[in-house]
């Protein structure tokens, strides 16, 4: 092996050597390509990198049951929403799924920890956002499904590690969701504020006009408290309560919508018969008079009772 192989890469190799599910091993050989150093004197790894690949590749392909190859990489809808973790390796993105949700994923210092999606729900005040942690995005290491998920998710957390060159993180991203069609909404996260030594203020300087900019760490947890609410709110959703005529709001459980829905929208999306035999509705919300009727393009706001008369 040359002498001159970065740690990360032997860190990786050790891990390659010891994975046994042929997908793992497949992920770990291509992350291995991806940063193995690209010269002369690495030409002959790179070579046998690709070949036991495309050998792997092909045995998994010819698998029968292919279904079994892309079941890790799906990951079933649940909440209000989804959030998708963006970043390069490293950035901190498993370590702020595990401080937002329930989820534990595994955190450690060396890059490409994370190999498979991992979802968690992250509670906002009476309902539940899924946040779903990647891969890293990283030159040479493009994995298909990765972006699947991506544009499936509703706000995306760009990640960034403050430690290390920000802007140059978040231009290297945007590059790639570009370079993918993909153009979402966005939150920044500058994390590892604890290591800022002036990053966060260029990238505030580069960005905050574009996309929202904030900072955490979400080892110390600076930052972290406001985190779901600043992400509810990018995600323009409203929650509404239905209340059924005579009887007290139910509170518990809000119907989740994205904002501009109107109110027959809404019944048609309780139930359709309602909707079908709609006659008119009453609100309880803020700024506005106890039940007043309300006509069928009225826009949901966020907290609104909903009183929904019909034949
Ligand atoms: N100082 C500091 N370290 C952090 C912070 N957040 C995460 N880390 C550390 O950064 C390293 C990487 O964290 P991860 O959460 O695994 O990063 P990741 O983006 O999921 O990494 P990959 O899955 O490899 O892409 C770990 O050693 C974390 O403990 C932070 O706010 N401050
Ligand atoms: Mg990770």
């Known amino acids: 092996?040359?002498?001159?192989?970065?740690?990360?890469?032997?860190?990786?190799?050790?891990?390659?050597?010891e994975a046994k599910e042929p997908e793992e091993r497949l992920l770990l050989l291509k992350e291995l390509l991806a940063i193995i150093p690209k010269h002369k004197g690495t030409e002959k790894l790179q070579a046998?990198?690709?070949r036991k690949i495309s050998k792997l590749g092909d045995?998994?392909?010819?698998?029968?049951?292919?279904?079994?190859?892309?079941?890790?990489?799906?990951?079933e809808s649940e909440g209000a929403a989804r959030v998708a973790l963006v970043g390069e390796p490293n950035s901190?993105?498993?370590?702020?799924?595990?401080?937002l949700t329930n989820a534990s994923p595994q955190v450690a210092s060396y890059p490409f920890t994370t190999q498979l999606p991992q979802p968690g729900m992250m509670p906002y005040q009476d309902i539940q956002i899924q946040l779903?942690?990647?891969?890293?995005?990283?030159?040479?290491?493009?994995e298909p499904w990765i972006f699947d998920l991506i544009r499936g998710s509703d706000l995306l957390?760009?990640?960034v590690d403050l430690?290390?060159?920000?802007?140059?993180?978040?231009?290297?991203?945007?590059?790639?969701?570009?370079?993918?069609?993909?153009?979402?909404?966005?939150?920044l996260v500058g994390n590892k504020v604890d290591l800022d030594k002036g990053e966060g203020r260029l990238l505030k300087e580069a960005y905050d006009q574009s996309i929202p900019v904030f900072f955490v760490s979400a080892l110390r947890g600076e930052g972290m408290d406001g985190?779901?609410?600043?992400?509810?709110?990018?995600?323009n959703l409203v929650r509404v309560y239905s209340k059924i005529p005579g009887k007290k709001p139910d509170m518990d459980q809000p119907f989740v919508f994205p904002q501009g829905t109107t109110v027959l929208e809404v019944a048609m999306a309780i139930h359709k018969e309602v909707a079908a035999k709609f006659r008119y509705a009453r609100i309880w919300g803020e700024g506005k008079p106890e039940g007043i009727m309300i006509p069928t393009d009225y826009q949901v706001k966020d907290g609104d009772i909903l009183e929904i008369h019909h034949s």
């Open 227 to 235: 985190l779901p609410e600043r992400i509810f709110l990018n995600l």
């Open 59 to 75: 045995q998994l392909q010819s698998r029968k049951g292919s279904g079994r190859r892309t079941a890790p990489y799906r990951v």
């Open 157 to 159: 957390l760009l990640i």
């Open 1 to 17: 092996m040359p002498a001159n192989l970065p740690p990360q890469y032997i860190e990786l190799e050790k891990r390659y050597r």
């Open 48 to 50: 046998d990198l690709k």
């Open 132 to 142: 779903v942690d990647l891969p890293p995005i990283c030159p040479d290491y493009r």
């Open 163 to 187: 430690g290390e060159p920000a802007v140059e993180q978040v231009r290297y991203l945007l590059q790639e969701l570009e370079g993918m069609r993909i153009a979402k909404p966005s939150l």
């Open 92 to 99: 901190g993105k498993s370590s702020i799924l595990a401080a």
